[in-house]
């Protein structure tokens, strides 16, 4: 048997693995390829594999992660979680995008574990996505499982559809932001998160 990266694999509904590789081989034979060649002979297979895996973030639900940990604590400053790795797919050119997710929230009676919120984003990022939306639903997802005070988003990424096609000039990132509560209606509280996220003290 050959070994894989995709863990889950076995989760994949076979039916659904077989047909999305009958799909990526012609695929490949539209692209002017020969899918019988001997270093293609898998790759339909692997291709289907690693496309269910890197779009699984639809069959999870979001605010279940943060529900099933949810606890009640009275500690009401800011909870910044940064840097958290992110790759996922525009939806456009089904082309990977990546970069970082820094998110933050101050509690209003409940917290969170926090990797449920490293959870939350990798859960997202594994859908066809846009980063606008990828932040705004991380936001909102945050702030109607815990009910905080605020939560605030912030995702620099890069996108591969605009490097690899000359669109972007290559290692620029896009930003983008969202935030609710206290982030919004607090200045000084904006300020403090964009200071923490922020390059100059990493
Ligand atoms: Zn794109």
Not at 130 to 154: K, S
């Amino acid at each position: 048997m050959e070994k894989t990266n995709y863990n889950k694999e076995e989760h994949f509904a076979p039916e659904t693995i077989a047909a999305l590789k009958e799909h990526y081989a012609a695929i490949l034979q539209l692209l002017g390829e020969d899918p019988s060649r001997e270093g293609l002979l898998k790759t339909p297979e692997r291709v289907a594999k690693a496309m269910s895996f890197l779009t699984q973030g639809y069959e999870v639900e979001p605010l279940e992660i943060i529900r099933s940990a949810t606890f009640r604590e009275e500690y009401r400053q800011m909870v910044l979680v940064k840097d958290i790795e992110l790759y996922s797919l525009c939806e456009h050119h089904m082309i990977p995008f990546y970069g970082r997710a820094h998110v933050a929230y101050i509690p209003n009676g409940y917290i969170t574990g926090l990797s449920k919120i490293a959870r939350v984003v990798e859960c997202y990022a594994r859908r066809l996505q846009v980063q606008e939306r990828l932040t705004v639903q991380i936001r909102d997802c945050i702030q109607e499982a815990l009910n905080p005070m605020g939560v605030a988003v912030v995702i620099e990424a890069s996108h591969m559809c605009m490097q690899m096609r000359g669109v972007e000039k290559q290692g620029s990132a896009t930003t983008t932001s969202a935030f609710t509560g206290v982030f919004l209606s607090s200045h000084r509280t904006r300020e403090e998160f964009m200071t923490l996220i922020s390059h100059k003290y990493r």
